[in-house]
């Protein structure tokens, strides 16, 4: 599974990914082209994809305990295809 959070404010974005702790990469999307191309309407969002390319989830908003959300939801997945 891969996190990729698309941003158009990628300082803002840095802060919060290291004030929490978070490992996924951050996208700056300024122009809004990958946006636009994704039908993404809503900034803040969070997008899994698993190793198939494959978007399994997409999460609206910012979650301080956005984390917890995607490790419990990925366990799950894993536990899921075992």
């Known amino acids: 599974m891969q996190v990729l959070t698309i941003t158009s404010d990628l300082e803002q974005s840095r802060q919060v990914i290291n004030d929490n702790g978070y490992f996924f990469p951050v996208l700056t999307d ?3 082209a990958l946006a636009k191309k994704m039908k993404v309407l809503y900034i ?3 997008f899994v994809v698993d ?3 494959i978007i399994r ?3 609206i908003g910012y979650h ?3 984390i917890d ?3 419990q939801q990925i366990n799950r997945w894993k536990k899921d295809e075992e």
Request: aromatic content about 6%.
């Open 30 to 32: 300024s122009k809004a």
């Open 44 to 46: 803040h969002r969070t």
């Open 51 to 53: 190793a198939q390319g």
């Open 57 to 59: 989830a997409v999460y």
């Open 64 to 66: 301080e305990d956005m």
């Open 69 to 71: 959300i995607l490790t």
